[in-house]
């Protein structure tokens, strides 16, 4: 089954202890991308991936790093979490296809609910 | 910059009744448009996506959305509201990188008998 994992889908933490969450798609997808979704506001793009070795940042970067060493895996690195992380996060992958105006459908993992205490 | 803004954070239907959501959206360039649903505990689905063909878009479900230029509107819609349509629904427009996508705040659909 076409998929994206998402792992753990529960976390409660402290503040500063650093944790991984981890993405995993077994589509072969040249992009993958993190989101964190908060009340109100949405989900925000927090970094991309365009292909192995190549990532980028969105709009909410702070206190994050990614990795992109497998095309299939997209780890979220929290070195230093703080309350303000708390959030839902999303994973998402599509095929990267820049010609012109496309569009491929993006597949988002079932979110890691993430609580900084 | 591309940015989209969902009316109304809750809409409370009555099973069997039209559900409208409504979504404007600002663009610098044609617009893609898309809807999401994200059930509870669970990811977010792409229930239809306008791309600049036909302007009433349908998708999953019995949803379909109409993209309307001149106000800037990308409003989602279902005739018959049925239980199973609880969720929150996301409207997005592709960003300015490839592959980002510029979602809104979201609306609760709450279902009553």
């Known amino acids: 089954e076409a998929q994206v994992t998402q792992n753990p889908r529960y976390l409660i933490t402290v503040t500063g202890k650093k944790l991984t969450v981890t993405c995993s798609q077994n589509?072969?997808?040249?992009?993958m991308s993190w989101y964190r979704q908060d009340p109100g506001l949405g989900l925000r793009q927090i970094y991309y991936?365009?292909?192995?070795?190549?990532?980028d940042k969105g709009d909410v970067p702070e206190g994050y790093k990614v990795s992109r060493k497998e095309k299939r895996n997209f780890p979220l690195i929290l070195e230093s979490p703080s309350p303000n992380q708390t959030s839902l996060y999303f994973c998402a992958s599509s095929l990267y296809r820049p010609s012109g105006s496309s569009y491929n459908e993006q597949f988002f993992g079932p979110g890691t609910r993430l609580t900084v205490l | 910059a591309q940015s989209v803004t969902q009316l109304g954070s809750h809409v409370s239907v009555s099973e069997g009744a039209l559900v409208l959501l409504r979504c404007n959206y600002s663009s610098s360039v044609p617009p893609y448009l898309f809807w999401y649903v994200q059930y509870p505990n669970q990811g977010l689905q792409l229930l239809l996506k306008?791309?600049?063909?036909?302007?009433l878009v349908k998708g999953i479900n019995g949803f379909e959305a109409e993209f309307k230029k001149s106000e800037t509107s990308f409003h989602l819609t279902k005739p018959s509201a049925h239980m199973s349509d609880a969720a929150e629904y996301f409207c997005a427009v592709k960003g300015d990188s490839w592959g980002k996508l510029q979602f809104g705040a979201g609306t609760q659909v709450v279902v009553t008998p």
């Open positions: 589509m072969n997808h040249e992009y």
């Open positions: 991936s365009m292909n192995v070795e190549v990532t």
């Open positions: 306008y791309t600049s063909a036909a302007t």
